[in-house]
């Protein structure tokens, strides 16, 4: 524990030097003032960013964003809180990626609003089609129970709305990814490999980067989660059950954490191969090095697209029980929400060599303030 709150106090001295102005919510920061259009994807400030997209899994969808107060669960308390989503929540007053964007940028476009029914099947307990409903999901493609395999149709779905000869084909956005859970909660059974998940990514990408320009590609690190599903459980009635019923959310949610090919340890040392291969993909395809693997587009070099990788892996001592659903204590609710959306927009303001490879879990953390000087970081200089 000493050692805990050493890195924390480390960790808040380093914060407080690189971040000169802060501010407890995004509210609270001043506006910035207006400016030349940028002249790459490597020039972007918060309020040039006129778009916000997602792909992803439950995590992005905002499932059981909520937590409940009844003493048994049911079938309707599964709910995608799409409006509450730490990277797409539109909701007034959610603790969001895109509400911070929207605070430098009013006309922001995609954030998700409101909530609608998770679909459940009985086989695999959340439904592994996909199905979007645009009026609450705007660009937030990402869909519960998906994995890696699932890119290329939420890929589809983003660029019927966002791509080449679409109205917002000019548009500067940002697209984050988030993906790997599901991936990794079946990572145990034959055929399923680091390298297919890294390939799967990879070319899920550039099939997005086919269809769409402008655009900075936000690729998002793993939480360790295979050590978050045991922590509600040191709060005995935290999580809740259905009544008379032996469901274990968990033999769906991560089916290998029991498996004998499996266990704990196992999806630990997946989650880090996946973070080391979502890095290399990142760096494989941004910059000069997309432009030799893509080609320019419509004969000009491209300028507009690249992409980056932010790690996100809170200490696990740190992580409250609270700040995770009691649905199935194993989701972030919205306490959760607020501490990744945080630490996940700070981030963006941070150069490579910067930016927390671990992190202490405070949801109150202050946010950063950009000035009419500061910049998303991309790997590479301003041209």
């Known amino acids: 524990m000493t050692r805990v709150l050493l890195f924390t106090l480390c960790i808040a001295i380093l914060f407080n030097n690189v971040f000169s102005l802060t501010a407890k919510d995004i509210s609270e920061c001043p506006p910035i003032p207006h400016h030349s259009p940028p002249i790459s994807v490597h020039d972007l400030r918060a309020d040039d960013i006129r778009v916000i997209a997602a792909l992803g899994d439950s995590v992005t969808a905002g499932l059981v964003a909520k937590n409940v107060n009844t003493t048994y669960l049911t079938n309707e308390q599964f709910v995608e809180y799409r409006g509450l989503s730490w990277l797409m929540g539109g909701d007034k007053g959610a603790a969001s990626l895109a ?10 476009y995609g954030s998700s609003i409101g909530d609608k029914p998770a679909r459940l099947c009985e086989e695999t307990f959340f439904c592994l089609d996909s199905r979007h409903d ?3 999901d705007f660009l937030n493609a990402a869909q519960s129970g998906a994995t890696s395999n699932e890119l290329p149709e939420q890929v589809d779905y983003l660029t019927e709305q966002i791509g080449l000869h679409t109205e917002h084909a ?30 799967n990514v990879k070319n899920s990408l550039i099939q997005l980067f086919e269809r769409v320009d402008y655009a900075l590609v936000n690729i998002i690190g793993i939480m360790q989660y295979n ?50 291969v979502l890095s290399e993909v990142a760096e494989e395809l941004s910059g000069s090095v997309f432009n030799d693997i893509m080609g320019p587009l419509e004969g000009k070099v491209r300028k507009n697209v690249s992409v980056v990788y932010q790690p996100m892996n809170p200490i696990i001592a740190t992580v409250p029980p609270h700040s995770l659903s009691n649905v199935d204590g194993y989701h972030p609710n919205t306490v959760g929400y607020t501490y990744l959306s ?42």
Do not use: M
């Open 134 to 136: 645009p009026s609450v």
């Open 227 to 276: 050590d978050l599903i045991h922590i509600t459980d040191k709060v005995p009635g935290y999580k809740k059950r259905f009544q008379g019923n032996t469901t274990d959310l968990l033999n769906f949610e991560c089916y290998c954490c029991r498996h004998p090919d499996g266990g704990i340890k196992f999806i630990g040392e997946k989650v880090k191969e996946y973070n080391r």
């Open 342 to 383: 945080k630490a996940l927009w700070n981030q963006l303001y941070l150069p490579k060599d910067k930016k927390a490879r671990i992190d202490v879990f405070n949801a109150s953390r202050p946010v950063f303030c950009p000035t009419e000087h500061d910049r998303l970081k991309t790997y590479q200089r301003i041209l």
């Open 170 to 199: 000019t548009s500067w956005k940002l697209i984050n990814i988030f993906i790997g859970f599901n991936d990794a909660s079946v990572s145990c059974l034959p055929g399923k490999s680091v390298e297919q998940y890294k390939a």
């Open 99 to 108: 509400n911070y964007f929207k605070n430098f940028q009013p006309d922001l």
